[in-house]
């Protein structure tokens, strides 16, 4: 799992994205959304993505199902990331509730190939 994160960090994809002006709005919509929906869902699912998020290597601060900083930060480092592969934000972005899953559900199918139980995701 370790390498595949350290790979991404090499690459420069963990890290902010560059910024670019049409993109600049990406990850801060899209932590809009996973706010709120951890805010209708509650904790216990946050402390369930916070321990993905962990296990990702994204996340180091506690996990007590609070949206604080270090929870966002970690989420907008894994959209970076999605949205360097992807080549854009249009790939990337989460629109709504309905995608928030797919962020963690992301990480968590890395884990698993990193592991050697899966295929790496795209």
Known sequence: MRTVFAAVLALGLAGPAPAIAQDDWAVPFSLEQIQAYYALYGPARLVQAQIVLREGGRYAGPLDGRWTPQTAAAF??????????????????????????????????????EGGYSEMPD
Do not use: Q
Request: proline share 8%.
């Open 76 to 113: 907008a480092s894994v959209i970076e990331t999605l949205i360097a592969i992807n080549g854009g934000p249009e790939f990337a972005v989460v629109t709504g509730p309905d995608n928030v899953p797919g962020v963690t559900d992301w990480v968590g199918r890395v884990i698993l190939a």
